[in-house]
């Protein structure tokens, strides 16, 4: 089992898939602990990683195709945001 403490943002540090029938407990800032399973977790990241990318006009696999700058700006994502109630 894996286990993760939400911050006071609201998010956990994720910045991968987990392996799908890995059980991660998460520890939200309430006090309260839900149970996930990896897949439950990945879809969660793979709506946020889309988000991410939409904002910030990334191709699908996160390429920017826009003229290339001097700075290479950050194309992924680390945290994501959970509340509780999403185990259900």
């Known amino acids: 089992m894996i286990n993760l403490q939400q ?3 609201g ?8 392996p799908e ?3 991660i407990s998460i520890t939200f800032t ?5 149970t996930f399973t990896g897949l439950q977790l990945n879809s969660v990241f793979d709506v946020a990683q889309a988000d991410f ?3 910030n006009n990334l191709d699908e696999k996160g390429f920017s195709r826009a ?5 290479r700006p ?3 994502i680390e945290f994501v945001q959970v509340q509780p109630g ?3």
Do not use: C, I, W, Y
């Open 30 to 34: 309430g006090g309260t602990t839900e």
């Open 7 to 9: 911050d006071a943002e």
């Open 21 to 23: 029938s890995v059980l």
């Open 67 to 71: 003229e290339p700058k001097t700075v």
């Open 53 to 55: 990318r939409l904002q």
């Open 11 to 18: 998010f956990v540090r994720m910045n991968r898939h987990f």
């Open 74 to 76: 950050k194309t992924s």
């Open 86 to 88: 999403m185990a259900s």
